[in-house]
C-alpha cells in the first residue's frame, strides 16, 4: 500500500479527470449507480457484491477511456482507489453499521471490552513480560481507534495495517534488543487482542464487504484476518480463554458489571464527532496524524474516579500519556468547530470535504442526489 | 504495502491489482498460493519459514521482517513460479478456535509436529481432521516431522508419520530447520502437487 498521501493526491487526480468533459459517461454511470441505492433497502451483503460489481465494471470502463489511453497499470488502479473512495463515502451512512444485528453485536462486545478492561491482565493470556510495553500498546491502539475517522475501505483499512506495523515493530524490537526468539503469531495475536477500537465489528464488515476484493489480499488480508480473528477472541471469550480461575473470572466479570451500572453515563456516539475530528485531521490515515478516540464511557479516561491518593509512580507515565491525549484532541476539537462554523456558512453539506469533492453533474440534475435518502 | 515489507515481493502492488481473480493465480505460468502453518506452539513452524525464506535458522539474526507473514517466491523446472504466502497462526491452545479463519481459502496447510513430541503429532492428527471437515476440499495438505536432527531424542517413528500421512493422502516429510535438512524440498513437493489453472 502506499502512504496516505500520495493516496490523497491521487483522489484529487481521479476528482480532477472526473470534472474532464470526456469522462461524462463515467460520471453519469458514477451517480446513477449511488442514487440506484435508494431504491432498494439495505442489505449488507447484496450491497456489498453490486459495490464489488460495479468497480469491476468502472475498472474495465476506465482501462478503455480515451482518458485513460496509454495509462500504466498504477494509473488505473489509482482511479479506482479514488472511484472506491468517492463512491463508499457517498453511500457510507448507508452501508456502515446499518443493521439493527450489527449494532446489536457493536454494542456487545463494546460492552464486554469495557468489562474486561476493568481486570484483564496481559498475563491473562499468557503475554511474556518483555512484550508488556505499555507505550508501544497504547500507540498500536491509538492507530487502530483511527478507524473510526475514516469512509473509505481503504483508508480504515490502512489503520489496521498501521496498527499492525506498530506490533510488528515492537516483535522485531524485542526480538533483537531481548535476543529473544521470533514467535510470530504466537506473539502477534495477542497483543492485537488489546488493541481495540469502537464499532470494531462493522468496521471489519465494511472492509470486508466494500473493499474492493482484489485489495483484500496477501499480506494485506493477513493482517485483516488477525483482527477479524481478535474480534471473534473477544466476542467468545470465557473463563477458558484466559489464565484464570473460573471463579475469580466470573466474580470479576460481576463486579466489572456493577462498576459500570453506578457510573453509566454513556452519550450516545455522536455522529457529528466522527465529522469534526476528520475535519480537524486529514483525509488519510497518516500514522503521525493524531485523530479522536471514540468518547464513550470512562474507560478511556481510567483515572475519573481515582482519588491522588491512590495513585503510584507507575500511573505517571499513563498519566501524562492520557493528559497530552485529552490536550491533542481539545486542540483538533477547536480548530475543527472554528473551521465547522465558517464552512457552514458556505455549504449546507456536512460531509468531510466532500463539497469540494462532488462530481459534476451531466445535463443539470439536482446536486447531492444521494444525500435524499433522509440521513 | 502492509505492516512489513516482507520480501520478496518486488511487484506486490502491481501483481495484486492485475490479480482481480483473487483465485491465487496471476496467470497459468506463475502462481500465488496461500499456505497455512498449523501446528503446537513450539514444533518449529516459524523456525522452518525463516529457514525457507531467509535462509537462515537463528531466529533472532538481523530479521528485518514480521515472523508472521512472509512469503517467498520458487521457480519450478518447467518455468513456472509458485509464489507462497506464508500465513502463520497462534499455536496456543486458547486460540484454535480461530484457526478456520485463518484456512479459510488456503490453497496448502502445512501440519507441522516435533518428531521429539508424541502430543504434538496428536495434535497435528487433530488438525488433519479439522482440514478434513471444514477445509476447502482441494487443499493440498502435507505433514511435517520437524526437528529431525534430534534423532536421539526421537518418540515418533518416521513409520508413523508415514502411515498417517497415506491414509489421509497427505504429502509426508521430516525436516529440520536447524540444518535444513528437506526444507526446500518440502516446498518444492507442495509445488509440484499444487492443481494448475488448465491451459490450453
Ligand atoms: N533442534 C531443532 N530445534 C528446532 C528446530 N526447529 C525449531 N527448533 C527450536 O524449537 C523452538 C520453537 O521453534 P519455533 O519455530 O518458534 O516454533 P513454533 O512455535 O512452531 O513457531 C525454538 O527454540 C527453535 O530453536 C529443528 O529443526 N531442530
Ligand atoms: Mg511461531
Known amino acids: 500500500m502506499d502512504s496516505g498521501s500520495t493516496q490523497s493526491l491521487t483522489f484529487y487526480d481521479f476528482l ?35 459495490v464489488q460489481e460495479f468497480l469491476l465494471t468502472m475498472e474495465s470502463a476506465i482501462r478503455d477511456h480515451p482518458l485513460w489511453a496509454g495509462a500504466s497499470e ?28 450489527d449494532t446489536k453485536i457493536d454494542r456487545d462486545i463494546s460492552e464486554k471490552i469495557h468489562l474486561l478492561q476493568n481486570f484483564l491482565r496481559p498475563e491473562h493470556l499468557d503475554i511474556p513480560l518483555v512484550l508488556q510495553n505499555e507505550a508501544s500498546w497504547l500507540l498500536a491502539e491509538k492507530e487502530l481507534q483511527k478507524i473510526n475517522a475514516f469512509k473509505a475501505p481503504r483508508e480504515k483499512l490502512l489503520c489496521i495495517l498501521n496498527c499492525c506495523r506498530v506490533i510488528n515493530n515492537l516483535l522485531l524490537n524485542t526480538s533483537m534488543t531481548e535476543n529473544r526468539v521470533l514467535a510470530g503469531a504466537d506473539d502477534f495475536l495477542p497483543v492485537l487482542i488489546y488493541a481495540n477500537p469502537p464499532q470494531l465489528h462493522s468496521n471489519l464488515k465494511f472492509i470486508q464487504l466494500y473493499r474492493r476484493q482484489a485489495k483484500l489480499v496477501s499480506e494485506v488480508a493477513y493482517y485483516f484476518t488477525n483482527l477479524v480473528s481478535a474480534k471473534s477472541f473477544i466476542a467468545d471469550l470465557d473463563s477458558k480463554s484466559l489464565s484464570i480461575d473460573e471463579i475469580e473470572f466470573q466474580e470479576s466479570m460481576q463486579a466489572a458489571r456493577l462498576a459500570s451500572k453506578e457510573t453509566q453515563i454513556e452519550p450516545p456516539p455522536s455522529p457529528a ?27 478511556n479516561y481510567p483515572f475519573m474516579e481515582a482519588d491522588a491518593g491512590e495513585l503510584t509512580v507507575g500511573d505517571v507515565e499513563r498519566l501524562l500519556s492520557l493528559y497530552k491525549d485529552v490536550v491533542t484532541k481539545y486542540a483538533s476539537l477547536c480548530r475543527a468547530v472554528k473551521h465547522l462554523s465558517i464552512s457552514k456558512t458556505e455549504s449546507p453539506v456536512p460531509v468531510l470535504k466532500e463539497n469540494k469533492a462532488e462530481l459534476k453533474m451531466p445535463e443539470g ?9 433522509g440521513e | 504495502m502492509g505492516c512489513s ?22 496467470d497459468a505460468k506463475n502462481l500465488r498460493v496461500k499456505l497455512v502453518l498449523l501446528g503446537d506452539s513450539g514444533v518449529g513452524k516459524s523456525c522452518i519459514v525463516l ?54 481459502g488456503a490453497a496448502v496447510a502445512v501440519v507441522v509436529y516435533d518428531i521429539t513430541s508424541p502430543e504434538s503429532f496428536t495434535k497435528a492428527q487433530y488438525w488433519v481432521k479439522e482440514l478434513q471437515k471444514h477445509g476447502s476440499p482441494d487443499i493440498v495438505m502435507a505433514l511435517v ?30 525436516t ?17 502437487r499444487l492443481p494448475r489453472p488448465t491451459t490450453s
Not at chain 1, 494509473?75 to 457517498?90: H, P, Q, R
Not at chain 2, 529440520?176 to 509440484?192: G, M, P, R, V
Open chain 2, 145 to 174: 516431522g520437524n526437528k529431525a536432527d534430534l534423532h536421539e531424542n526421537r518418540e515418533v517413528p518416521v513409520q508413523d508419520g508415514i502411515d498417517y500421512a497415506e491414509k489421509n493422502g497427505m504429502f509426508f516429510i521430516e
Open chain 2, 176 to 192: 529440520s530447520a536447524k540444518t535444513a535438512d528437506n526444507i526446500n524440498q518440502l516446498f518444492e513437493e507442495i509445488a509440484k
Open chain 2, 51 to 104: 529457514r525457507f525464506v531467509r535462509g537462515q535458522f537463528d531466529p533472532t539474526s538481523k530479521v528485518t521482517v514480521g515472523a508472521s507473514f512472509l512469503s517467498q517466491t520458487i521457480a519450478l523446472q518447467d518455468s513456472t513460479t509458485v509464489k507462497f504466502e506464508i500465513w502463520d497462526t497462534a499455536g496456543q491452545e486458547r486460540y484454535a478456535a480461530l484457526a478456520p479463519l485463518y484456512y479459510r
Open chain 1, 273 to 299: 464527532l466522527d465529522e469534526i475530528a476528520a475535519l480537524a485531521g486529514q483525509m488519510d490515515p497518516v500514522p503521525s496524524t493524531r485523530m479522536h478516540d471514540n468518547i464513550t464511557g470512562g474507560s
Open chain 2, 5 to 26: 515489507s516482507s520480501l520478496p515481493d518486488r511487484s506486490s502492488g502491481r501483481l495484486s491489482g492485475l490479480n482481480a481473480d483473487g483465485a491465487g493465480a496471476t
Open chain 1, 74 to 101: 498504477e494509473e488505473i488502479d489509482c482511479a479506482v482507489e479514488g472511484l472506491e473512495k468517492y463512491v463508499m463515502t457517498k453511500l457510507f451512512s448507508r452501508t456502515f453499521a446499518s443493521s439493527p444485528e
Open chain 1, 365 to 373: 440534475r439536482s446536486k447531492n442526489v444521494d444525500h435524499s435518502r
Open chain 1, 16 to 50: 480532477d479527470r472526473m470534472r474532464n468533459p470526456t469522462s461524462l459517461d463515467l460520471v453519469r454511470s458514477i451517480k446513477s449507480f449511488i442514487v440506484s441505492f435508494s431504491f432498494y433497502v439495505a442489505n449488507p451483503e447484496n450491497d456489498g457484491k453490486r
